[in-house]
């Protein structure tokens, strides 16, 4: 039937009512509704009842392999957007590789170790628990956070290993992160050092790079004196012979931290850069020269200068702490001190005084160039506590938290007359990535990776480049979606320091060392006392490694002399080094064909937030490095972020967050993936209500072709009734011509995992190429030719092979739908999910088919708008009341020509009158009886006197031999 609605029917015939039941009005029980929230739980039932992961590891062995491997989020609270958004994305990737043959693994993971769990902990239990106490504690936290977010993911459609999911607290993983550990010593990355690092006062621990994220903070610009030391000697180093009578010289310092004076040790200029000497009414300055006139500004000052000199010509000099008059308070953090004046290249004249103060435990500059001038680790003062409190025996401040003595140092400084200016300013400053709280460098004893060249402890395979060397090669031989992370991988490897992975915590995997009470050197059996930890904490986890005894370790011999180390090794080390102890450990034959690839990087994709660029990608890049001179991976994908329909970032305090357990439980888990699918993941995802409600309608949309195409072939045997390609009509093999060159575009976009484009194309075949052209055609054909003949099965032939071309298209992403329609279509061929199936095998591309039917369909948009024209005039109501006298150029007459009288079955009118010349296009209403069966109106309606209201082709097709069709 050819209009949209159905004809109405004649009840005060009864040949009318006996003509409607002839057409072919197929249904199906593919339901229009799709009624997702009730209905999709018992598919992930279904699935995970019935070992689908499994059995579909089974069913592709010998098949290339595919591994996604999954960074793992944190066991620890209740998923979000970002989650969902995240695992569907890895989901619907495995399952289109899937699709294309492939073994594709996606073995789920949760890192477990780590801050996050402790603090929780924290919060449940108090602040001043046991190590065996808070390992117990976490460990069964994050065993019930897994079992919950496990089932939340399940909820979503993804399919994966859920009966055996990776946790980097399972014994096996806690033993091979050692064993790896062990391996990136022989390779000489490893040693201990005493350097600035992060310090997160809130974590009570060194942080990462990849956990430092920078967010504006205000604070109190201070320009300080340091007044010399030798008066005379700086005057000579200008070429004076003195001071101006009765003047002191003071070099002047700039700094944002009021809290790093009361630790200044030195003083740093920069060799090449000219320096001045001002003579001021508050005495003689010393100041970049080019910072002069600024300086005397913010200080109120006018001043003369009175010589310049070279930042070489200062070295030597030395100067006393701005609180040196305070008396001596008799230990280590008297002010009694002197700065000596150091030269180093990382000083600027760009701002401040271009004199730097030094206080080498809190900046990796400081603490450079100080251990540079050949200042010992022991003579570095460090009175900030790791909580963030002064140490009692810091003169004045001891006692006080930093953030809180600021004030109480500048004003200090005020009242000896060493403040020459102070100033409020916002600017950016690092800050933990958990607390959003700032950071300082601290100078703390660590375990260090080594980024560069030097010599690392126990060394036995030492590698044959640096770490950055390495990773800057790896980063080259990595395919990045998009491809802008390169450059920021780059960048950030490039820049990094020094990897700092010990941390003083409790949950986490042991550095399993034994110092040297006196020496600090390390036990001679270290290396052997690396493997027995290793096997002692895969018998029993990491708690067991606690439990041990130097003495069960050593023997009562050595025992007394050494300390057992209580650090523990990062949480970036867990996870970055999953694909060590998980793909070729725990999980290594897990599967028939394995887990990893046994020739270069055992993964194929690492997926997530942009932000693991810092993160997770980086710490498995240099772990993969320092391990096997290569990346673990061969491609890596990032994704924005999910932010509200404004694109604004979701919090709490906003009201704009979107909880993915509402949408499932409101909309259904499809509505969610479709949300992830139709996105450009490249930038950040938004999502609110009305976003939600216009995926909706793409759903229903997508749906209600899917349910034609299902209805219409719900009487289609492929064995018996499909129709050779030869024998097809010409639409028909145009419509699979279409479907195999929309196939190679879908296939394209997904081998680079792009979803967006697909989504958005395939809403675009649904409604032009299928519901606004091939179907429309295709009506009459399907519903008013006898059902078994040669027209109606080339259609239904076509139709089949499209609808699992398109379930297949669409089964990344709309995995519930493909699953529900599946065994409707596939009946006794079904496995069991279509997951065992890949993409369609379709006919090859006919081009010039292609190009013939695009131009028929360019001429039918045009006669198209002629009707619509005079239907608004009121001269036809359907297309079918319409003969179109069409007149075209020669070539365009050509191809019409070539359809014969089924041109008008393909302009949905009831005759066409095709003539050649200039383009024009006349619509006449028809003036032919209108056909009671098919509504087409034709001069032979009533050619049979025994059906007085039937056309002769009706009658043809319900008694005789059928109509002809050749084209559509």
């Not at 989901?91 to 929780?120: R, T």
């Not at 628990?129 to 977010?149: C, P, V, Y």
């Not at 999502?687 to 995926?695: C, E, F, S």
Request: aromatic letters at 10%; a negative charge.
């Amino acid at each position: 039937m050819s209009e949209a609605k159905q004809p109405p029917a004649a009840a005060s015939k009864p040949e009318a009512s006996a003509y409607r039941a002839t057409l072919n009005m197929s249904d199906t029980p593919f339901p229009m509704r799709g009624d997702l929230p009730k209905r999709e739980p018992a598919w992930v039932n279904d699935w995970n009842n019935g070992g689908l992961y499994k059995r579909l590891r089974d069913a592709r062995q010998g098949a290339p392999l595919f591994v996604l491997h999954d960074g793992p989020p944190y066991a620890n609270g209740k998923l979000h957007i970002g989650h969902a958004l995240n695992k569907v994305l890895k989901d619907m990737i495995v399952k289109s590789k899937q699709l294309a043959g492939f073994d594709a693994q996606y073995i789920p993971g949760w890192d477990c170790h780590g801050l996050p769990i402790e603090n929780a902990i924290e919060k449940l239990h108090g602040r001043n628990l046991s190590r065996d106490d808070m390992q117990a504690k976490s460990r069964a936290f994050a065993t019930e956070q897994i079992n919950q977010q496990r089932e939340d993911f399940k909820r979503l459609g993804v399919l994966g290993d859920w009966e055996r999911p990776y946790r980097t607290m399972d014994p096996a993983n806690e033993a091979g992160q050692i064993r790896a550990f062990k391996r990136v010593i022989e390779r000489g990355f490893v040693y201990r050092g005493l350097k600035p690092v992060y310090w997160c006062f809130d974590c009570g621990s060194s942080l990462a790079e990849f956990e430092i994220e920078y967010a504006d903070k205000k604070s109190d610009t201070l320009d300080v004196a340091f007044e010399s030391n030798d008066a005379v000697g700086l005057a000579q180093a200008f070429g004076l012979a003195a001071l101006p009578e009765g003047k002191q010289a003071f070099a002047v310092i700039w700094t944002t931290t009021a809290w790093t004076i009361p630790a200044n040790q030195a003083l740093n200029a920069h060799p090449e850069l000219e320096y001045a000497l001002v003579d001021t009414p508050k005495g003689v300055l010393l100041l970049g020269a080019n910072l002069v006139d600024r300086c005397l500004e913010r200080f109120g000052l006018e001043g003369t200068v009175l010589a310049t000199a070279k930042g070489e010509a200062l070295r030597g000099q030395v100067f006393r702490h701005p609180l040196h008059d305070l008396p001596d308070s008799g230990n280590a953090f008297s002010y009694k001190r002197l700065s000596p004046l150091y030269l180093a290249d990382y000083v600027s004249d760009a701002d401040g005084t271009g004199i730097v103060h030094s206080a080498p435990a809190y900046g990796v500059d400081d603490f450079n160039s100080c251990v540079a001038h050949g200042m010992a680790y022991d003579d570095i003062l460090n009175p900030v506590l790791g909580n963030g409190v002064y140490t009692d025996e810091l003169p004045l401040f001891g006692g006080q938290h930093i953030w809180k003595a600021c004030p109480v140092i500048i004003d200090t400084l005020r009242e000896h007359g060493r403040l020459m200016a102070t100033v409020g300013i916002t600017h950016s400053y690092p800050h933990c990535w958990r607390h959003k709280t700032p950071v300082i460098y601290r100078a703390a004893a660590q375990w260090f990776v080594r980024m560069d060249e030097g010599e690392g402890v126990f060394t036995q395979d030492k590698a044959p480049k640096t770490l950055r060397q390495l990773a800057l090669e790896a980063i080259d031989a990595t395919r990045f979606y998009p491809e802008n992370g390169r450059t920021r991988l780059r960048d950030m490897i490039a820049n990094r320091p020094d990897w700092c992975i010990s941390r003083q915590r409790s949950w986490g995997v042991p550095v399993p060392f034994f110092l040297h009470k006196d020496s600090g050197e390390l036990h001679p059996r270290t290396m052997d006392i690396l493997d027995q930890a290793a096997d002692i904490v895969e018998q029993g986890g990491i708690e067991a490694w606690s439990r041990v005894t130097a003495e069960e370790i050593l023997g009562a011999t050595d025992a007394p002399h050494y300390t057992k180390s209580t650090d523990i090794l990062e949480v970036w080390f867990d996870s970055g080094s999953t694909f060590s102890h998980v793909l070729r450990g725990s999980h290594a034959n897990a599967y028939p064909n394995g887990a990893f690839h046994t020739e270069g990087p055992e993964a194929d994709l690492y997926l997530e937030g942009h932000d693991q660029h810092r993160g997770w990608f980086h710490s498995s890049l240099l772990l993969g490095c320092a391990l096997y001179d290569r990346a673990p991976y061969k491609g890596l994908l990032t994704h924005g972020f999910a932010t509200d329909g404004q694109g604004r970032k979701m919090s709490k305090s906003l009201g704009n967050t979107v909880d993915p357990q509402t949408v499932t439980s409101k909309l259904g888990a499809e509505i969610v993936r479709l949300w992830v699918a139709s996105t450009d993941y490249s930038g950040d995802l938004n999502i609110d209500d009305k976003i939600l409600a216009r995926v909706v309608d793409a759903y229903r949309r997508i749906r209600n072709t899917l349910r034609f195409l299902l209805a219409n072939v719900s009487d289609f045997d492929p064995a018996k009734d499909a129709v050779p390609l030869d024998q097809m009509l010409e639409i028909d093999r145009y419509a699979l011509a279409r479907a195999a060159q929309f196939q190679a575009e879908v296939l394209a976009h997904y081998a680079v995992y792009e979803f967006h484009p697909v989504v958005a194309k395939l809403q675009v075949y649904c409604s032009e190429d299928l519901g606004a052209f091939y179907l429309d055609v295709l009506k009459d054909r399907l519903y008013t030719t006898a059902p078994g003949s040669l027209a109606r099965r080339s259609a239904q032939t076509a139709l089949h092979q499209i609808t699992h071309a398109m379930l297949r298209w669409m089964a990344p992403f709309l995995s519930f739908t493909a699953e529900e329609a599946w065994p409707v279509l596939a009946g006794a061929q079904n496995q069991g999910s279509i997951f065992f199936e890949t993409f369609a095998k379709l006919p090859e591309v006919d081009e010039a088919l292609l190009a013939k039917w695009s131009r028929v369909r360019h001429v039918r948009e045009t006669v198209n708008k002629e009707i619509e024209t005079v239907r608004t005039a009121g001269g036809v109501g359907s297309s079918l009341q319409a003969t179109v006298k069409l007149t075209v150029p020669a070539d365009d007459h050509a191809v019409l020509a070539s359809l014969g009288d089924d041109l008008k079955f393909v302009f949905i009118v009831s005759q066409v009158t095709l003539l050649e010349g200039d383009a024009r296009v006349e619509v006449i209403p028809a003036n032919a009886a209108k056909c009671e069966r098919c509504w087409h109106y034709r001069d032979d309606v009533g050619v049979d006197i025994a059906h007085p209201t039937l056309c002769g082709r009706c009658t043809s097709n319900l008694f005789g031999a059928g109509e002809a069709r050749a084209v559509a």
